[in-house]
């Protein structure tokens, strides 16, 4: 199956919209674009929600659109730009909706709070209507969401009429201001967090069943409701229940999601890591029935925010995740011609190649393999604050993991695997029983993980006690060293180590030192506990941000390795700086895609058990793919290299890391 292109299109009232349709269809047609998601009065065009004449004046430019469009054989969706608002920006509410309240008491001009009646009758009669001229997908904006409205200090959700939901489960009357400081205090979790989610994801869910019951009732079930989203743990703060909104949307038997994964303008390479693990985390949180169409974004609009070269190399990143459409974001939206871009097209056109290639390796894909991140939607209901009122503080991510891992040739998986990865506050949202069942794999572990798994008891699975957490302006720790001090490492701007004292029998790995080469610490341990269990216990409390070197990795695949234990199966990968791994399980193997984070060329080389492989395919940014010896492949900055695998288990020599 080819890979398919979703266009998102800026429509603008005006004489001219039926021959800038024409214009869009032949852009559409040249450049192998199946789809045009036509955006409605957005960004630059944007007013707030549309008066209704304003309604009218886009009801009949986007029907004459998608008209011409639809002759022209070009399938057709909608993005009305119009859920409770993107931002303020000057703009004024002109329908009496009910405003957003930020958790400081500021409050909107043009954004309307979830909880209001008037604007929820308002939204799903909107859509209402516009689903009747028979677009396949209708979408949510990614402003379906609490956080991220600006100016409102860190979202909305603290309205009356929210208060009032909120007081009817609490069983009393609370102001905005006591609510916040309960939800935000250090400290154990108050008992108001958990029911602010409760009532906001009840309230969202209820706007979504909404909208998707008038869309299907509509159009007899011949339209879909789409949901574009942010990033996962923004999103848990908000006590987003994935699950359930998804299903609230199926009414007709399926969703679409739109997940965000990718910078909105030009960033270095590496990033890479971040986008191929937010598409694998919302993989997992996606039920069977959502379609996935990820965004490749830009901004601000204009061909200067994003190269040609960034904007592919995330095209097949979006593709190795099984995406069943890609949503292109490439056009400013204030253009209204389509064919004053023909840049575009030929960045289309070159892309085809590669993505048809990849798409047709990950047509069989049973799942991804690698090393495990534990994942948990609702850590921010579990997890701590240090700054009473910022909500953001108890948004949890798992990127800086992933990130860690990735950029050190690691591959990650958001599916159970013999190795697991639990960093940071995630801890806090995993129960005794399922640590126990982690702690009696292969379990990596930084320093918050460890430190909280102590305070719960589990210090004697774990093979360390944590005596402190020191912050960096009160410890004087500055690198670590293995035990015969042939490997150096800084630690100098780790924020904060963990003082870990090693058990009988747990093996240090590294000790972390002084500037005058005292011993601290323990930097790196590993310990086989009674269950059975290999764990590895890292000091530093962001390993994301140790400094990213050759020593560093190779310590890292050795601690893998370790925790593999007797049947090793992972492609560990190296050979320059920022090599990133996506590993799929097929039926008749492993296909493995690695990506150049770096500037500079690299060769990779495979620390693979089995038999490795001759020969890869080298995609090159914007270039057909050729095959390659595996032992000479040399990868281009943002290039892609994919290579089959033996499956798990077929080995004929002991894998030796990177040395």
């Known amino acids: 199956m080819p890979a398919r292109y979703h266009l998102r299109f800026q429509v603008a009232p005006g004489p001219d919209a039926e021959r800038h349709a024409v214009e869009l269809a032949a852009f559409c047609r040249e450049s192998g674009v199946e789809e045009a998601v036509l955006l409605l009065a957005a960004e630059e065009f944007h007013a707030g929600h549309p008066t209704a004449v304003e309604e009218e004046v886009l009801y009949e430019t986007v029907s004459r659109t998608s008209a011409v469009l639809r002759d022209a054989g070009i399938g057709v969706s909608l993005n009305p730009w119009v859920t409770t608002g993107h931002a303020d920006r000057g703009r004024r509410d ?184 937010l598409l694998e985390e919302q993989r997992a949180l996606r039920p069977a029935h959502v379609r996935s169409e990820p965004e490749i974004e830009n901004w601000p609009h204009t061909a200067w925010s994003k190269s040609d070269t960034q904007t592919w190399s995330e095209l097949v990143a979006a ?168 490997l150096l490492l800084s630690v100098n701007t780790q924020p904060a180590l963990a003082r870990l004292r090693p058990h009988p029998g747990t093996e240090l790995l590294t000790t972390v030192r002084t500037p005058a080469g005292r011993a601290w610490g323990v930097g790196r341990s590993l310990y086989t506990n009674r269950l059975g269990g290999r764990v590895a216990v890292l000091a530093a409390t962001r390993p994301d941000q140790l400094p990213y070197d050759d020593e560093g990795r190779r310590l890292l695949h050795t601690t893998i390795r370790a925790l593999e234990g007797s049947r090793p199966a992972l492609p560990l990968i190296s050979g320059g700086p920022h090599l990133i791994p996506h590993l799929l399980r097929t039926p008749t193997g492993r296909h493995l895609a690695i990506a ?35 032992v000479e492949a040399t990868l281009p900055h943002r290039g892609w290299l994919l290579l089959n695998l033996p499956p798990e288990g077929e080995s004929d020599h002991s894998p030796r890391p990177d040395r």
Do not use: K
Not at 457 to 469: D, H, K, M, N, S
């Open 94 to 277: 002109r329908h009496g909706f009910a405003p957003m309240v930020g958790p400081d008491g500021t409050v909107a001009t043009a954004q309307a709070s979830f909880a209001c009646p008037v604007w929820r009758s308002w939204l799903a009669a909107h859509y209402g209507r516009f689903a009747r001229l028979g677009f396949r997908v209708l979408w949510l904006e990614d402003d379906f969401r609490y956080h991220n409205h600006a100016p409102l200090t860190w979202g909305g959700g603290f309205e009356p009429l929210m208060l009032e939901r909120f007081a009817w489960v609490a069983g009393e009357q609370v102001t905005r201001e006591r609510l916040v400081a309960a939800v935000t205090a250090p400290g154990t979790p108050h008992p108001w967090r958990a029911l602010l989610q409760q009532v906001w994801r009840e309230a969202q869910l209820e706007v979504a069943a909404l909208v998707a019951e008038c869309v299907d009732t509509c159009t007899e079930g011949r339209s879909r409701v789409g949901l574009m989203s942010s990033v996962p743990g923004a999103h848990g703060v908000e006590g987003r229940d994935w699950a359930g909104l998804f299903d609230a949307l199926a009414i007709g038997g399926e969703a679409v999601q739109r997940p965000h994964f990718a910078p909105y303008s030009d960033t270095p390479g590496r990033t890479l890591s971040g986008s191929v693990w």
């Open 319 to 486: 593709q190795l995740s099984g995406a069943d459409a890609l949503l292109l974001n490439l056009h400013p939206t204030h253009t209204g011609r389509a064919g004053r871009h023909p840049r575009i097209a030929e960045l289309l056109r070159r892309s085809r190649p590669a993505l048809d290639l990849v798409a047709a390796r990950t047509a069989d894909a049973l799942g991804t393999a690698g090393v495990s991140l534990v994942v948990r939607p609702d850590a921010a209901a579990h997890a701590r604050t240090h700054r009473p009122g910022h909500l953001g503080d108890l948004a949890v991510e798992t990127t800086p993991c992933a990130d860690f891992l990735l950029r050190n040739g690691v591959p990650v998986t958001a599916e159970d695997a013999p190795v697991r990865v639990l960093f940071g506050p995630t801890a806090y949202a995993v129960s005794d029983d399922d640590l126990r069942h982690l702690l009696s794999g292969g379990l990596l572990l930084d320093g918050i993980a460890a430190h909280i798994l102590a305070e719960r008891g589990f210090a004697e699975l774990i093979g360390v006690t944590v005596a402190e957490r020191v912050d960096r302006e009160q410890g004087s720790y500055a690198y670590e060293t293995t035990q015969d001090e042939d």
């Open 596 to 630: 150049n984070g770096s500037a500079d060329p690299a060769t990779p080389r495979i620390s693979v058990p089995g038999r490795s492989p001759a020969e890869a395919q080298l995609l090159s940014p914007l270039a057909e793919p050729m095959p390659v010896p595996t």
